[in-house]
């Protein structure tokens, strides 16, 4: 199948305030935030018109800012509001929403306390993201995800994607679907675009997240099941724990909840847990907004 290019789409993006024809959404290619990653974003993904907890998203690109020392120019509400406009204006229900700021052109060096701060969005349709429906297969990375202490790994930062990059093509490249990947320490951490979840004696367990994101879809999925009273576990895992579980998924706005078919030389089969809180996951996405926040609040 053909690949459509991103910079050669019909459609409306969201630019600094304006929708804009989608072949014009250009920046210069001295902008400090593809020289030096000094950019920020979030994946959204809307349903039957509603975008998943879009304020969770709005307030974590914000804050994700802030982490690497800038200040977006618009209001959570103005946002909030820009969202659901350029979704509108390219007729979308369901779909991917992609909110992005950065740093401008102004100053091209490390400090670049004068730039302009821009903010995009865009939407588009995209299906599934595995699309393995009985499970994906995961490798083992060689890329680890950095310490709190060498990164800003509390924001959703273009630059901390680089190694996620890396590591899935080296799955792929060995038939693959993704790779998990380990902390600093040796412990797990998540794949390279979503979180992780085991299933060990009946129980959820999943690793603390003190240098990856906590995702919103993570959290969503721990108050699910919670709600249906499962004992939910975060804590440091090691790799060698992974051969207790018998049960995995991934849990990602891209990724949705996705079972897990194989680690490397160990084998899952999606089981009641997992089923149950794919199921569960598929119906609150649908729900209205005021509905999501009772329930994954």
């Known amino acids: ?125 995209w299906p599934k993201y595995f699309a393995a429906s009985e499970g994906v297969r995961l490798t083992m990375a060689t890329w680890k995800r950095p310490s709190p202490e060498t990164a800003p790994t509390a924001a959703k930062a273009a630059g901390l994607y680089m190694i996620g990059t890396l590591s899935k093509h080296e799955a792929e490249a060995c038939g693959y679907e993704d790779a998990l990947m380990l902390d600093w320490r040796g412990q797990v951490a998540e794949t390279t675009g979503a979180n992780i979840f085991f299933v060990i004696n009946g129980e959820l367990h999943t690793p603390t997240p003190d240098c990856f994101l906590d995702g919103i879809t993570r959290r969503s999925v721990m108050a699910l099941a919670r709600r249906r009273q499962m004992i939910v576990i975060e804590r440091p895992i090691m790799p060698e724990e992974i051969g207790q579980a018998t049960e995995a998924f991934l849990a990602g706005t891209a990724a949705e909840v996705t079972p897990i078919r194989e680690i490397d030389e160990l084998s899952f089969t999606p089981g009641q847990i997992t089923q149950a809180l794919q199921k569960d996951y598929d119906a609150l996405v649908r729900m209205t907004p005021d509905e999501v926040a009772k329930i994954a609040a």
């Not at 690109?61 to 802030?66: E, T």
Request: charged share 20%.
């Open 1 to 125: 199948m053909a690949l459509v290019p991103f910079d050669d789409r019909d459609g409306h993006i969201w630019w600094d305030g304006a929708l804009i024809p989608w072949r014009e959404a250009q920046l210069h290619v001295l902008s400090h935030g593809l020289h030096y990653a000094s950019a920020v974003f979030e994946g959204e993904r809307s349903y039957n018109g509603n975008i998943f907890r879009l304020r969770d998203h709005t307030d974590r690109l914000i804050n994700s800012a802030r982490l690497l020392g800038f200040e977006i120019p618009y209001t959570a509400d103005q946002v909030d509001a820009a969202c659901k406009d350029v979704l509108a204006a390219n007729g979308l229900t369901d779909a991917y929403v992609r909110p992005i700021a950065w740093r401008g052109s102004e100053q091209l060096a490390v400090s670049a306390q004068l730039t302009k701060i821009h903010l995009a969005i865009a939407t588009w349709a």
